[in-house]
């Protein structure tokens, strides 16, 4: 069964600062990676997605992902992060041929003035 | 597109009683998810349909839970009866693998339940 690990629950950074947000999935022949922002009381959001193609992903909000088949990561960056970013970020995978997606356990991020 | 509906968007009840959550999919959406969210086990699948047919249920907990889909835009969670471990924040998801946001599942806002 496929398995996603954020390792990092929280992360709390200053606002301007740069940020990543680690994932890494288990491995499998071909799969989907998803990235997604949920706001405090609200749905979840999709940032970005990687389904093939180039390995640097571009999304919302001026974040992007780079996927790495070798290290079997999906790390979320964002070069400059303001204060409207903070909320829970989830990696989610889904295994080629499947509709089921599997998330992480999701990474808070606090932005501080 | 008004995105996907869920109702109630808070419900406390009494443990013991029934509950029922509500789904409205996007329209043209052919997949429904239903999923639970807890502090303790993070964003778990319960159940997802397409075409209205309960693909995969293996996340359903016991059998106090049921999911319905009697048409395309329209789906239920039904607990009974409910315990106080129910508590969670439900969301339901919809998804398409046609068009611009095909793989995407599309969230609603989510139920947050609490059994007393």
């Known amino acids: 069964a496929q398995s996603v690990t954020q390792l990092d629950s929280q992360v709390p950074v200053f606002e301007e600062a740069p940020v990543e947000l680690r994932c890494n999935y288990s491995s499998s022949v071909s799969v989907y990676l998803f990235w997604y922002v949920q706001y405090p009381n609200q749905g979840l959001q999709l940032l970005l997605k990687?389904?093939?193609?180039?390995?640097l992903v571009k999304g919302i909000n001026g974040f992007e992902a780079e996927f790495n088949k070798s290290q079997t990561s999906f790390h979320l960056r964002k070069p400059s992060v303001h204060i409207s970013d903070t909320a829970e970020y989830f990696c989610?995978?889904?295994?080629?041929?499947?509709?089921?997606?599997?998330f992480g356990k999701g990474t808070k991020l606090t932005v501080n003035p | 597109d008004a995105g996907v509906i869920q109702s109630p968007r808070h419900e406390v009840t009494e443990m013991g009683q029934e509950v029922t959550l509500r789904c409205k999919p996007i329209s043209g959406h052919d997949y429904l998810f239903w999923y639970r969210q807890t502090m303790m086990r993070g964003l778990e699948l319960l159940i997802y349909f397409n075409n209205n047919v309960p693909i995969d249920d293996s996340g359903m907990p016991e059998d106090r839970f049921s999911a319905k889909m009697p048409n395309a835009s329209f789906s239920t969670l039904k607990i009974q009866p409910s315990e106080p471990r129910d508590s969670a924040v439900y969301f339901c998801a919809s998804s398409s693998p046609l068009g611009t946001g095909k793989n995407e599942q599309f969230f609603g806002p989510g139920t947050r339940l609490t059994v007393l």
């Open positions: 990687y389904l093939s193609g180039s390995t």
């Open positions: 989610a995978v889904r295994k080629g041929g499947s509709e089921k997606l599997v």
